[in-house]
């Protein structure tokens, strides 16, 4: 008497095209959201600079980026005390420098600053969103609601340096949820103490 050859079913392949659906799904939104950040801004005036933070980012970012480094400044009128230049050390100096010396023009790299800020603040509250456990769907409405805020109207051709925090805060939060979830490292000496004499 032959016993029938049991059917095995193989879950494993269905959960690998579903992760291969996901992933695919995830590649269009942040394609989506790139195309979104950047596309319409490099479109916005070409050859034209908007009359962002300041002009010295523009005109010579190298001699910014080494006065930068004193409280002194004495190429501004008879020489004056810098509050500011030390802001502009790490990203902004560096990003126009680069495109500088690259020889992009710079209504493209000022652009590519501002889509990049744009894309930054997407991303990062799409990463918490996902963190959060907010459905595929539900990500990509909270990092549209959020890159698309009329907050930006005010200062991303004004004073886009103002923005890099809003650009951040969706990383930060959720690196900070990553973090609790994970639990720290060894525990703290003063509470193992506490426990010991509470124990003795």
């Given at each position: 008497?032959?016993?029938?050859?049991?059917?095995?079913?193989?879950?494993?392949?269905?959960?690998d095209?579903?992760?291969?659906?996901?992933?695919?799904?995830?590649?269009?939104?942040?394609?989506?959201?790139?195309?979104?950040?950047?596309?319409?801004?490099?479109?916005?005036?070409?050859?034209?600079?908007?009359?962002?933070?300041k002009?010295?980012?523009?005109?010579?970012?190298?001699?910014?980026?080494?006065?930068?480094?004193?409280?002194?400044?004495?190429?501004?009128?008879?020489?004056?005390?810098?509050?500011?230049?030390?802001?502009?050390?790490?990203?902004?100096?560096p990003?126009?420098?680069?495109?500088?010396?690259?020889?992009?023009?710079?209504?493209?790299?000022?652009?590519?600053?501002?889509?990049?800020?744009?894309?930054?603040a997407?991303?990062?509250?799409?990463?918490?969103?996902?963190?959060?456990?907010?459905?595929?769907?539900?990500?990509?409405?909270?990092?549209?609601?959020?890159?698309?805020?009329?907050?930006?109207?005010?200062?991303?051709?004004?004073?886009?340096?103002?923005?890099?925090?809003?650009?951040g805060?969706?990383?930060?939060?959720?690196?900070?949820?990553?973090?609790?979830?994970?639990?720290?490292?060894?525990?703290?000496?003063?509470?193992?103490?506490?426990?010991?004499?509470?124990?003795?």
């Amino acid at each position: 008497m032959t016993l029938p050859t049991p059917t095995i079913h193989e879950p494993a392949a269905d959960g690998d095209a579903l992760g291969a659906a996901g992933r695919r799904r995830s590649r269009l939104q942040l394609v989506l959201l790139a195309v979104l950040a950047y596309v319409p801004l490099l479109l916005t005036h070409p050859g034209q600079i908007a009359a962002d933070t300041k002009a010295y980012l523009y005109l010579d970012p190298a001699r910014l980026l080494s006065s930068a480094r004193y409280m002194w400044n004495p190429n501004v009128g008879m020489g004056t005390v810098t509050h500011q230049n030390i802001g502009y050390l790490f990203p902004m100096g560096p990003w126009y420098w680069c495109f500088h010396v690259l020889g992009v023009p710079t209504w493209i790299a000022q652009r590519l600053w501002m889509g990049t800020l744009l894309f930054a603040a997407a991303t990062g509250v799409r990463y918490l969103a996902r963190l959060l456990g907010i459905s595929e769907w539900g990500q990509l409405a909270a990092a549209l609601t959020y890159m698309l805020t009329p907050y930006l109207v005010d200062y991303l051709a004004r004073t886009s340096a103002i923005l890099m925090p809003w650009a951040g805060l969706g990383w930060l939060v959720g690196f900070i949820v990553l973090a609790v979830r994970k639990g720290g490292g060894a525990t703290p000496r003063c509470s193992r103490s506490s426990s010991r004499s509470s124990a003795g």
